[in-house]
Each structure stands twice: as structure tokens, then as C-alpha cells.
Nanobody, 121 residues
Framework: QVQLVESGGGLVEAGGSLRLSCAAS????????VGWYRQAPGKQRESVAV???????NYADSVKGRFTLSRDNAKNTVYLQRDSLKPEDTAAYYC???????????????WGQGTQVTVSS
């Protein structure tokens, strides 16, 4: 199985920056995809940014040009650098990992506990 630890959330002024991290640990064969999602009060959870095992990325239109994904494979960690933050970015951010527990095994979906990001006006 996979355990995810998210960190880097907090309170920041509009225009500031935050870097979120998602570290994966446990027993697994490979990770197929890592994604960041967010959920604001009264709204559904939405995809923010996704990176595949090949390194390709996909960003929501609302964050393109401001958020950047990166990987540190040696540490099994994915980072989300977020610049020019806006009050609209305020939400709970969740890391999602799709992984195989064994070679050619079934893909499973794992979620972190989330980290709160609050952007003040």
C-alpha cells in the first residue's frame, strides 16, 4: 500500500507563493500518476495539476502559468510550486496517487489527508 504525506500549506498574502509537497511511502511497485486536487467550501473537488510517470503534465486553466509541478524520484516526492496566489486559490489541497502494488498488478487510488491553503486579500 501507499501512504501519502502532504505539507506546505498555510496562510499567505495575495501575490505570494507556497510550495506544497506530497511524499509517498510504503510498499508499492510503481506510481503511474500523481495529481493535486483542491476543494473550497461549498464546491466540488477539482483537479488542479497532474503529472504522469512519463513526466507529462496537465494543469487546470485557472492555474496555468502560476502553478508548476516537479518531481524528485529519489525521494518519491512531487512538488507543487504556486506563485501569484489569489484569494480564489483558498482551498484544501489533496494529493492523489495511482500506483501498482506489484508488477502488472491492479492500479489503486490513494489520497492524502489534505493541507489547507488560505490566501488573504
Amino acid at each position: 500500500q501507499v501512504q501519502l504525506v502532504e505539507s506546505g500549506g498555510g496562510l499567505v498574502e495575495a501575490g505570494g507563493s507556497l510550495r506544497l509537497s506530497c511524499a509517498a511511502s510504503g510498499s508499492f511497485f510503481s506510481i503511474a500518476r500523481v495529481g493535486w486536487y483542491r476543494q473550497a467550501p461549498g464546491k466540488q473537488r477539482e483537479s488542479v495539476a497532474v503529472i504522469t510517470s512519463r513526466g507529462s503534465t496537465n494543469y487546470a486553466d485557472s492555474v496555468k502559468g502560476r502553478f508548476t509541478l516537479s518531481r524528485d524520484n529519489a525521494k518519491n516526492t512531487v512538488y507543487l510550486q504556486r506563485d501569484s496566489l489569489k484569494p480564489e486559490d483558498t482551498a484544501a489541497y489533496y494529493c492523489n496517487v495511482v500506483a501498482r502494488l506489484e508488477r502488472d498488478g491492479t492500479l489503486y487510488d490513494y489520497w492524502g489527508q489534505g493541507t489547507q491553503v488560505t490566501v488573504s486579500s
